[in-house]
């Protein structure tokens, strides 16, 4: 099982980055995918989770109007577009897969990539 995360970067506040998460080595239909960050000295959080039962959910109202997820079932692969960013959009990225339908709690996740920094400069 792997999950592979790209597209982090370094981004002025205003800007844009795509994330990618590339999943393999399970039924991705059965999965639900969630993108959740996790800033220094901060404790995990959800951002956002997309599957074929709920469809896309976000969860802090911080990003929402601002992220997207979105999926690509053909690639196996979950994207969430990050638009409008902000400094306090700082943090390490991750994207996590548990079975059927999305969760805010981290620790239902299953699978876990490896995360991608993104830092937004003011």
């Known amino acids: 099982v792997q999950l592979v995360e790209s597209g982090g970067g370094l981004v002025q506040a205003g800007g844009s980055l795509r994330l990618s998460c590339a999943a393999s080595?399970?039924?991705?239909?059965?999965?639900?995918i969630g993108w959740f960050r996790q800033a220094p000295g901060k404790e995990r959080e959800g951002v956002s989770c997309?599957?074929?039962?709920?469809?896309?959910?976000y969860y802090p109202d911080s990003v929402k109007g601002r992220f997207t997820i979105s999926s690509d079932n053909a690639k196996n692969t979950v994207y969430l577009q990050m638009n409008s960013l902000k400094s306090e959009d700082t943090a390490v990225y991750y994207c996590a897969a548990v079975r059927n339908a999305c969760t805010s709690g981290y620790g239902w996740y299953d699978y876990w990539g490896q995360g991608t920094q993104v830092t937004v400069s003011s």
């Open positions: 997309i599957s074929r039962q709920d469809g896309p959910t």
């Open positions: 080595g399970f039924t991705f239909d059965d999965y639900a």
